[in-house]
């Protein structure tokens, strides 16, 4: 009788349906938030979402899930103070998805902090290294795997995807004698008409970023750049014709990626259409004091205030949005990997959703990673949702020696 009990009460728990997952995203009040919550309710039906932020969804150009909303703004100066009651917040979630950029000039990883502190798992969309090399410097991977925390930063489309493209152009190569990377360079090229959609944001990290050095990898050590001062061109297949001139910007995925696969030469440069938008970034960064282009709030405001000549020029140019890396071995083979997407704010809601689809089913182990350090099954899983050619605006795709 005991036993037969006990077998009931176990096919009662098997059957009884999954708790639903507790997604909270900061920023979600945002097109970038926005686009990742759409994205993520067709990976992950069953998900809930809470969405953080300044104020409630307003002026989006589609619907979203049914949400909670939290008012909350995170602090400009943030300190270890700020940890314990952002936790307190977060701790019914499964999971945070920090999208509440630009992330420029930060250096206090506040979300990422109190997620550990909570136990709750953590994907971000930083684009800013500097922030990014003071996660990775200090024992917070380490935190983050004790108290059974994933978390994924830098995990958006570029950065994010963009390393997962230059990893799999670089299985192409022939292999190198260990533990040397197969590739003695990696050039990431990246390209966006308008803002691709995304909107103020976009622009104002753009700004920030003109008064950032330029990180790259020379040789096997790191070397500082200045921004937008090296030109040269590229083509980025049939679905965006023509060949763009490339301007050096910083971008977090020349780091880590060196930093993880040894790859002794990492850069990457960045153009934008129409070329006038190229001009007024030279124009910005001649003119305009380093210390205000270092100035979020400054930055933002100036985005905002020009964001319905961006809306104007959007709707002309359209949203593409395409990354191609080339890769090269040390003897002389090629490969690239490129994908084009019709809407960057599109792309970057299905490439940000893919990461979290992965922390969400339990597939990345504890601790803190970029993309460029998954392992190689998440890395595939997460590029193969991505680039499905025909699906979610996705126009191309490709890997291949060249």
């Known amino acids: 009788m005991l036993s037969a009990l006990l077998l009931l009460l176990l096919l009662l728990l098997l059957l009884s349906p999954a708790s639903p997952l507790e ?11 926005a686009s990742t919550i759409r994205a993520l309710r067709d990976l992950s039906p069953s998900s809930t979402f809470t969405i953080l932020g300044r104020s409630p969804p307003a002026s989006l150009t589609s619907p979203l899930p049914p949400h909670t909303f939290l008012p909350y703004t995170l602090p400009a100066s943030p300190s270890e103070a700020d940890v314990a009651p952002l936790a307190a917040l977060l701790s019914p979630a499964s999971l945070l998805i920090h999208t509440a950029g630009p992330f420029q000039s930060v250096r206090f990883p506040l979300p990422l902090l109190a997620c550990v502190e909570a136990g709750v798992d953590y994907l971000d969309v930083c684009d800013e290294t500097a922030l990014i090399r003071e996660i990775l ?10 108290k059974g925390v994933s978390a994924i930063v830098s995990a958006g489309i570029w950065p994010g995807c963009s390393a997962l493209l230059a990893r799999r152009a670089m299985a192409l190569l022939p ?3 260990a533990p040397a990377s197969p590739a003695s360079s990696v050039l990431y090229d990246f390209y966006t008409a308008g803002t691709g959609n995304a909107g103020p944001t976009i622009v104002s990290a753009t700004f920030l970023l003109l008064a950032t050095p330029v990180l790259e990898w020379r040789a096997g050590s790191l070397a500082e750049g200045d921004a937008w001062t090296e030109e040269r061109e590229a083509g980025f297949g049939p679905e965006v014709p023509g060949r763009k001139l490339l301007r050096n910007l910083d971008c977090p995925d020349t780091y880590t990626l060196g930093l993880c696969t040894g790859t002794p030469n990492v850069s990457s440069s960045f153009a934008t259409a129409p070329e006038v938008w190229n001009q007024l970034f030279s124009l910005s960064k001649r003119l305009i004091p380093k210390s205000l282009l270092l100035n979020r709030a400054a930055m933002q405001g100036l985005a905002v205030f020009s ?11 359209g949203a593409t949005n395409a990354i191609q890396v080339t890769a090269t071995a040390p003897t002389g083979e090629r490969a690239r990997a490129r994908h084009v997407h ?13 990461f979290a689809l992965e922390i969400l089913e339990g597939k990345v182990e504890p601790g803190v990673f970029v993309p460029a350090g998954l392992s190689r099954e998440n890395a ?6 991505v680039c499905e050619v025909g699906k979610g605006g996705v126009l191309d ?6």
Not at 23 to 33: A, D, E, K, Q
Not at 137 to 146: F, H, Q
Not at 342 to 354: C, P
């Open 307 to 317: 964001n319905p000549i961006i809306r104007l020029v959007d709707k002309l140019v």
């Open 175 to 177: 292999p190198a004698a």
């Open 397 to 402: 795709y490709e890997v291949r020696l060249l």
């Open 342 to 354: 019709r809407d960057l704010e599109e792309a970057v809601g299905q490439a940000t959703a893919s």
């Open 137 to 146: 410097k200090g024992d917070l991977s380490e935190r983050a795997r004790k």
């Open 380 to 385: 595939d899983a997460i590029l193969d949702r």
């Open 23 to 33: 997604v909270f995203v900061l920023g979600g009040s945002g097109r970038v938030g």
